[in-house]
């Protein structure tokens, strides 16, 4: 596997939202399209 496709692989992997929040994003985005998946995401973003 070259070392481009291995890096587009760990940015997926470490891209993919954990916990009930990412997953409901995740969820709306495959159901809804991805303007859902969008808005669902950027309710649940806080700032620290």
Do not use: D, N
Request: proline fraction near 2%.
């Amino acid at each position: 596997m070259s070392l481009f496709l291995k890096g587009i692989l760990i940015g997926l992997l470490f891209g993919v939202p954990v916990g009930a929040v990412g997953a409901m994003t995740v969820q709306r985005t495959w159901e809804h399209g991805i303007k859902a998946g969008l808005l669902t995401g950027m309710g649940s973003w806080r700032q620290y």
